[in-house]
């Protein structure tokens, strides 16, 4: 069964860094893109960064500047390292791995920004 797993979430103080990472069984051949997306307590989710086959790169405006995604296709893992964390930025990241079938999503991990 295809899997999304994603790790590297925890405390972190404002200021600091994180780098997430996301990890599919998802064959390479089928991924459309790749994505990262949030949601904060009592919140939406949002979309926070998005890469595509091609490389093409996309943020939200809350994270330009700071997020950076990538993707290590051959290790077919993507990655968001995360600078410069706000309190903000507190909430539950999922990865989002798009075919032109269909979606998949990781559990989430959890990053929170707190002094």
């Known amino acids: 069964q295809e899997q999304v797993v994603e790790s590297g979430g925890g405390l972190v103080q404002p200021g600091g860094s994180l780098r997430l990472s996301c990890t599919t069984s998802?064959?390479?051949?089928?991924?459309?893109?790749m994505g990262w997306y949030r949601q904060a307590p009592g919140k939406e989710r949002e979309l926070v960064a998005i890469?595509?086959?091609?490389?093409?790169?996309n943020y939200a405006d809350s994270v330009k500047g700071r997020f950076t995604i990538s993707r290590d296709a051959g290790r077919n893992t993507g990655y968001l390292q995360m600078n410069s964390l706000k309190s903000e930025d507190t909430a539950l990241y999922y990865c989002?791995?798009?075919?032109?079938?269909?979606?998949?999503w990781g559990k989430g991990t959890l990053v929170t920004v707190s002094s």
């Open positions: 989002n791995v798009k075919t032109y079938v269909r979606d998949y």
């Open positions: 998802v064959s390479i051949f089928s991924i459309n893109r």
């Open positions: 890469i595509t086959s091609s490389g093409s790169t």
